[in-house]
């Protein structure tokens, strides 16, 4: 898993690796990247750790993962909270954190986050007058680990207090809740929202029309596939049918001996102290839900609500174990659970199997570049960071890399400017972030004839992609036939592809 090929998400964020970490609290220099500063510098300390080497890197984040996994198991056992300890040891053996622990992107420390900010909420005595302002403080500190920690951190105390807490510690709770938003408010407008400017600048509209919102107004039938593309890493079909045995087989038992107020008795199943994780997983959802419906949650990767994972993991096994604990006939029971989680490590280990985690083979692509070095190397503006990635590590290459556009984070010129400069080749002002307008505004047919004009002044080039759309190649054949060219594919593998352009 640690030694799939780089991809240009995790070359374009090591371009970023080294710096002071005072940067990090900043936009940072290359390739429009963002990410919450400390995830930021964690990162930077396992990259420096493993000599920048992005397989060992790679190998020191997921270590820190089942680290952080079991130490959060480790308290989970000392504080008898066994449903979080049977959830953290699920969570451990699914593929969505294998991937992403593996990965050098920010998304682990968002689940990390989230798991810990679960467990210190679970293990926190909620009547100690201190316990309030203590999850606050840790709140916050996990806000500069994980941007998704203001809504975790949200829901969480929301939870205590529409469900765990009374009378005055509701008060008190209530009031920390505003001063935790107040707070969050403050670091956005000091830190978040300049962190984010490239992002929110340059992105705006692939974000805009992700959102809710927008799909419901341009194709309606995408946001029921958006929704379900929530739960998908928690397989959706094999949770319904939990949740339907659930009820079938659930039965209220009074409590004895708890030393509950006397009404808890009477309170609906999905009240009780045993479903809080579950309480928390449905209003996280409804949050999501909600501001996305409002235009202001994006849901356009996964990886981006991969935190969710963690809460509907712990829903998951709550329902498990109080479908063992209260079934009429428990070896039924047990014998269902079994079979459902049979289903889950077999589909787990057909994803791992099959390497779906691989997005790029850009190792074989470089390897393919190299054995054909006497070519100069165009590379496409998506495998762009990624190569020049591999010629850091690797200097004495002998490639020549032409076309090659600067990598300098800044505001997106306008796709006229963009046209207008590859028509020109003035290419000075423009950098590798172009690829989204040439996207957005059907404008590539401009960027692959200025990759054909590079070809007539060789005679012969190699022209190295990722991540190339079929339409992506019709413009590039027009481009090599509008030219008098041949384009001819050289090189063919997962996600990548090298076309051999020779003009006369």
């Given at each position: ?46 990259w420096a750790a493993g000599g920048g080497d992005v397989e060992t890197t790679r190998f020191l984040l ?267 006939t428990r070896r039924i029971a047990a014998i269902a659970i079994i079979i459902c989680f049979s289903s ?19 190792r074989s692509l470089y390897k393919f570049l190299l054995a054909h070095r006497q070519k100069p190397v ?127």
């Amino acid at each position: 898993m640690t030694s799939r090929p780089l991809w240009q998400d995790e070359s374009s964020l090591l371009a970023n690796m080294g710096l002071s970490w005072g940067i990090y609290f900043g936009p940072l220099p290359f390739h429009d990247q963002a990410a919450p500063p400390l995830a930021l510098i964690v990162i930077n300390l396992l990259w420096a750790a493993g000599g920048g080497d992005v397989e060992t890197t790679r190998f020191l984040l997921l270590c820190m993962t089942a680290t952080c996994l079991a130490l959060a198991g480790h308290l989970c056992r000392i504080r008898r909270k066994h449903t979080l300890l049977f959830g953290i040891s699920l969570l451990m053996l699914l593929p969505e954190t294998v991937i992403y622990a593996t990965e050098i992107k920010h998304y682990i420390l968002e689940m990390q986050a989230c798991l810990l900010l679960i467990v210190f909420s679970a293990c926190l005595d909620l009547k100690n007058r201190a316990a309030p302002a203590l999850f606050v403080a840790a709140s916050l500190l996990a806000c500069l680990f994980s941007f998704s920690s203001m809504l975790v951190s949200g829901c969480l105390m929301a939870e205590i207090i529409l469900f765990r807490s009374y009378g005055r510690f509701r008060l008190r709770w209530i009031a920390w809740l505003g001063v935790f938003g107040a707070c969050w408010l403050a670091l956005y407008a000091l830190l978040f929202r300049e962190t984010l400017v490239y992002q929110m600048s340059n992105y705006a509209m692939v974000y805009k029309e992700s959102t809710l919102l927008s799909l419901l107004q341009q194709a309606p039938s995408e946001a029921g596939k958006k929704i379900f593309f929530l739960f998908k890493p928690i397989n959706l079909p094999l949770f319904v049918v939990i949740i339907a045995v659930a009820t079938a087989t659930l039965r209220l038992r009074k409590d004895q001996g708890t030393g509950r107020r006397p009404e808890a008795r009477s309170r609906p199943l999905f009240e009780r102290d045993e479903f809080s994780n579950s309480r928390m997983a449905m209003l996280l959802l409804s949050a999501i839900v909600l501001a996305s419906l409002a235009g202001q949650y994006p849901l356009s990767s996964q990886r981006q609500t991969l935190f969710i994972l963690v809460p509907f993991v712990m829903m998951f096994m709550e329902t498990i174990i109080a479908i063992h604990a209260t079934a009429s006939t428990r070896r039924i029971a047990a014998i269902a659970i079994i079979i459902c989680f049979s289903s889950v490590m077999i589909d787990n280990a057909r994803t791992i199997i099959r390497g779906k985690y691989i997005q790029q083979d850009t190792r074989s692509l470089y390897k393919f570049l190299l054995a054909h070095r006497q070519k100069p190397v165009v590379p496409s503006l998506l495998f762009d960071p990624t190569l020049h990635y591999y010629e850091t590590r690797n200097p004495g290459s002998g490639l020549t890399i032409l076309g090659s556009l600067s990598p300098a984070s800044a505001f997106m010129p306008s796709n006229a400017d963009v046209v207008t400069g590859l028509q020109s080749g003035n290419v000075t002002g423009l950098g590798v972030h172009i690829w989204y307008p040439l996207d957005l505004y059907g404008s590539f047919r401009t960027y692959t004839n200025w990759v054909l004009g590079i070809a007539r002044q060789k005679g012969e080039i190699l022209f190295a992609v990722a991540q190339f759309k079929p339409e992506h190649q019709e413009d590039l054949l027009r481009s090599a036939a509008l030219a008098d060219c041949s384009a001819t594919v050289a090189f063919q593998a997962r996600g990548v592809a090298a076309y051999d352009l020779k003009c006369p």
